[in-house]
Nanobody, 125 residues
Framework: QVQLVESGGGLVQAGGSLRLSCAAS????????MAWFRQAPGKEREIVAA????????YYTNSVKGRFTISRDNAKNTVYLQMNSLKPEDTAVYYC??????????????????WGQGTQVTVSS
């Protein structure tokens, strides 16, 4: 069972940048599809971005396209989320998720089997 640990969250002003990292315990990290989700108070958990096992395919929700970049380093068992031009509406707890499956990238929380504990991102106006 893979364990995921997020880091890199914090408080930033609007327009600023943050890079989130998610370190996985599993030696077969490269066999997992990875994703970042976020959940704001009173809202459902939503996907932010996802990346295939090789890194060759990515998905972004519309609200972050052009601002966020998901990437992975299979040699370091780590997935990243570079967040630029942050907006107050990006404020949420960000979660790393993993799924050991092939096929189309899944965009709902139910499609992922393993989750990190979350890291808070707060964007002030």
């Amino acid at each position: 069972q893979v364990q995921l640990v997020e880091s890199g969250g914090g408080l930033v002003q609007a327009g600023g940048s943050l890079r989130l990292s998610c370190a996985a315990s599993e030696r077969t990290f490269s066999s997992y599809r990875m994703a970042w989700f976020r959940q704001a108070p009173g809202k459902e958990r939503e996907i932010v971005a996802a990346i295939s096992q090789s890194g060759g395919s990515t998905y972004y929700t519309n609200s972050v396209k052009g601002r966020f970049t998901i990437s992975r380093d299979n040699a370091k068992n780590t997935v990243y989320l570079q967040m630029n031009s942050l907006k107050p509406e990006d404020t949420a707890v960000y979660y790393c998720a993993a799924e050991r499956a092939t096929g189309l990238i899944k965009v709902t929380a139910g499609g992922y089997d393993y989750w990190g504990q979350g890291t808070q991102v707060t964007v002030s106006s």
